[in-house]
């Protein structure tokens, strides 16, 4: 059985299948719970945590966007007898339906939803949750065919940003000690970069990196051969706190005597000021792990 994981604000793990069964793991009490059920499942969903919600969006929806956008939400009550057909119950924690990203604008009315026209064109490429306050209240999702969409989590409604797309792949991280996010530039998947999303949901351009940073790879092979076979597959990164990073690089080597053996390598990072405010990384150890032919590692929590 296949499981997505996921990261809740509160520090707790969220676990979902590919039948839309779900449960919880809480690290505090070294406990795990069953959850309800998703309205739909996921195949291959990302994640938004905001405030103590979690938001879970499949990457590419289906045409017509059913089921494809929820949130797992706590409530101290229960929620009112005539919303019962809109919520999943279990333990205070509720699966709630919301709606899909706006159909691209005419002639592409009848593509996949946010411009999701087929499986590897249009699927969600980078996401943020970004705006003011601590960490924001919009998701941002930039497709790979129609540009960046905004999510209004207060209101639970969608509008478009732009027709330009997000200028990393996968999540940013909000680092709130410096206002900015981190993530891997979509141009050089080796560049750790720093972007001011507060406002990205209502400006005409995409946002201008404030901080970019190379290395954030292993050392080639001279051997052109062996350079070809080796393969990232996965790029993340995760804010530890206090301005602190972990930047996290998945590995596949296909050695065609010996298979396929997958690697992981993960590096400290911390951004600090300079004299005159001037942000700059600081990286600290690298430390690479191998997990063999057997094991793939898709996750850093």
């Known amino acids: 059985m296949c499981m997505e994981f996921m990261r809740r604000n509160d520090g707790s793990i969220v676990g979902i299948d590919h039948t839309g069964r779900a449960v919880l793991y809480d690290p505090a009490a070294r406990a795990v719970r069953t959850l309800p059920a998703l309205a739909a499942p996921k195949l291959m969903p990302v994640s938004a945590a905001v405030g103590d919600d979690l938001y879970v969006m499949e990457t ?92 209004d989590t207060a209101s639970s409604a969608w509008s478009k940003a732009g027709d330009w797309e997000l200028p990393f792949r996968g999540r940013a991280e909000h680092v709130p000690e410096h206002g900015l996010w981190f993530g891997i530039s979509d141009m050089d998947g080796t560049i750790l970069g720093a972007w001011n999303l507060s406002s990205a949901f209502q400006q005409p351009q995409p946002p201008v990196a404030s901080l970019q940073v190379k290395g954030f790879s292993v050392e080639s092979h001279s051997d052109d051969r062996r ?62 792990y191998n997990f063999g032919q057997d094991y793939t590692p898709d996750y850093l929590l």
């Open 60 to 151: 590419t929806p289906l045409p017509d966007g059913a089921g494809c956008f929820e949130a797992l939400v706590r409530l101290e009550d229960n929620p009112a007898e005539s919303d019962s057909d809109k919520w999943e119950v279990g333990d205070n924690y509720l699966w709630r339906p919301l709606p899909p990203p706006p159909p691209p604008p005419s002639p592409c009315v009848n593509a996949y939803a946010a411009g999701f026209e087929g499986p590897s064109r249009g699927r969600i490429c980078g996401y943020a949750v970004a705006g003011d306050g601590d960490g924001g209240t919009h998701i941002l999702i930039s497709t790979t065919t129609n540009g960046t969409y905004s999510f």
């Open 227 to 288: 350079r070809r076979e080796l393969e990232v597959y996965a790029s993340q990164v995760v804010h530890l706190g206090g301005g602190k990073l972990c930047v996290a690089k998945m590995f596949s080597v296909d050695r065609r005597e010996r298979g396929e053996i997958n690697f992981a390598v993960l590096t400290g990072v911390e951004v600090v000021r300079g004299r005159g405010g001037k942000l700059r990384v600081v990286k600290h150890k690298s430390r690479r």
